[in-house]
C-alpha cells in the first residue's frame, strides 16, 4: 500500500490528523521528514514500526480523541440532535455518558489497531460512531498539503488541508505542538474536527437531494406544502424555553386515504447552524383541499440556533418545512432518502 492511500485505511475520523501527523504523503510531508527529531519525523519512524508506544511519546492520542469527540460531537447535538429535555444536565448526561464514550471508544479502537498492524477492522454491528465514521467518507479522505510549521512562543502550528473525494468535500486542521522534556515537540491539539462534521452534512445534503427530486416530486403531488405561518405559545415554567405553534398550509390533492404525513421544522441559525424538530400529522381523518395543520416546536436555549432565535428575534425566513414521508392507510409509502444507498457509499 503506496503513502497516498495508507490515509484510507484509517476508519475513524481521528485518524486523519493523527495519520497526517505520522504519516502523510511524500510529495507533501518531505520538507517535514527531512527534519530529524522532530515529533512528525519521529512519530512515522514509530507508525512505520507498528510501535504503539513510542507513536504515543510523540503524539497525545488520549487528547486528540477527546478534542475529535468534543468538536464532532458539539457540532452534532448543535444541528442533528432534538433533545427532549431543555436542561443543561439532560443535554450533558446525553453526551457523558452515551455520545463521547461510544466515540472514544470506537476511534480509539480503530487508531491503536491501525498503529499496532496497519489495517483497521469493524464489528458486524456498528455502534452510533462506528457508523458515521464508515458512512461519512473518511476511508477516502487524501492530504492535499501540509504547511510549514512556524513558531509563536512556546508552541508551533501546521496547517493539513485534506479533501474528501467519496462525499467531495475539503476541510482543514490546524494542528498545535507543544515542547516536551522527553521528546522535545509533542503534538498535542488540533482544531478543524468540526469543520469535517459540518463539511460532510453539507456534501451528505447535497447528495440527497439529487437523489431525492423524484421522491419530492411525488410527496409534492400528494400532500403541497404552499406556506406556513408562526406563533408563539408560551414556554416552560421556569421561562427557559419557548413553544411555537406552526400552521402548515397544504393541499391534499390524493384521493387516496392518506394515514399521516412527517416530516421537520429546521430552524437556521447564525453560522448555518441548524436546531432540527420532527412532526407528525394526523391524516386518518383529513379531507381532499386546501387546509391547515398545526405542529409545535420548542426553542430549546441550549441549542445555538433556538438561542440565536430567542435572543435576537425569530424570523420566519430563517424556518423550513419539509415534509419527508406520506404514508397511506394501504400501507405504500413514499419516503425522502435520510442515507446514501449502499452502492454509493464506497
Not at 530529524?36 to 510501535?51: C, I, Y
Not at 442533528?80 to 457523558?96: K, N, V
Not at 479522505?141 to 473525494?165: A, D, M, Q, R
Request: proline share 3%; with cysteine; glycine share 6%.
Amino acid at each position: 500500500m503506496n503513502d497516498t492511500k495508507k490515509i484510507a485505511a484509517a476508519a475513524a475520523v481521528v485518524l486523519i490528523v493523527l495519520t497526517a501527523l505520522g504519516v502523510g504523503i511524500y510529495q507533501n510531508m518531505q520538507v517535514l521528514a527531512a527534519r530529524p527529531g522532530t515529533a512528525t519525523q519521529e512519530a512515522r519512524k514509530a507508525l512505520d514500526a507498528h510501535d504503539l508506544d513510542a507513536f504515543q511519546k510523540y503524539v497525545d492520542t488520549d487528547k486528540l480523541l477527546e478534542q475529535a469527540a468534543e468538536q464532532i460531537l458539539t457540532e452534532q447535538i448543535n444541528s442533528a440532535l432534538t433533545p427532549a429535555a431543555y436542561s443543561t444536565g439532560d443535554i450533558q448526561e446525553r453526551y457523558e455518558n452515551q455520545l463521547k464514550p461510544d466515540f472514544i471508544k470506537s476511534a480509539r479502537a480503530a487508531l491503536e489497531e491501525y498503529i499496532t498492524t496497519g489495517t483497521v477492522t469493524f464489528p458486524a454491528t456498528l455502534t452510533e460512531a462506528q457508523r458515521f465514521l464508515k458512512k461519512s467518507g473518511v476511508a477516502s479522505c487524501e492530504i492535499k498539503s501540509v504547511s510549514k510549521p512556524h513558531l509563536e512562543g512556546h508552541v508551533k502550528y501546521s496547517t493539513v488541508i485534506f479533501y474528501n473525494p467519496q462525499m467531495k468535500f475539503g476541510f482543514e486542521l490546524e494542528l498545535e505542538l507543544t515542547e516536551s522534556e522527553e521528546t522535545g515537540w509533542r503534538i498535542t491539539n488540533a482544531k478543524g474536527f468540526d469543520d469535517y462534521y459540518n463539511g460532510y452534512r453539507r456534501a451528505l445534503r447535497h447528495k440527497l437531494d439529487s437523489l431525492n427530486i423524484p421522491l419530492v416530486r411525488q410527496i409534492d403531488e400528494t400532500f403541497h406544502v404552499k406556506g406556513f405561518t408562526v406563533e408563539s405559545a408560551g414556554g416552560d415554567e421556569y421561562g427557559f424555553s419557548q413553544d411555537l405553534t406552526i400552521g402548515i398550509k397544504a393541499d391534499v390533492k390524493t384521493d387516496k386515504p392518506l394515514d399521516k404525513v412527517v416530516g421537520t421544522v429546521t430552524l437556521v441559525g447564525k453560522d448555518k447552524r441548524e436546531s432540527v424538530a420532527p412532526f407528525t400529522i394526523d391524516m386518518t381523518d383529513a379531507a381532499q383541499g386546501v387546509q391547515t395543520f398545526n405542529v409545535s416546536k420548542t426553542l430549546n436555549p441550549f441549542i445555538k440556533a433556538d438561542a440565536d432565535a430567542m435572543k435576537h428575534g425569530f424570523r420566519k425566513k430563517d424556518m423550513h418545512i419539509e415534509v419527508t414521508e406520506v404514508h397511506f392507510a394501504d400501507g405504500n409509502v413514499i419516503k425522502l432518502l435520510d442515507e446514501l444507498p449502499d452502492d454509493l457509499k464506497e
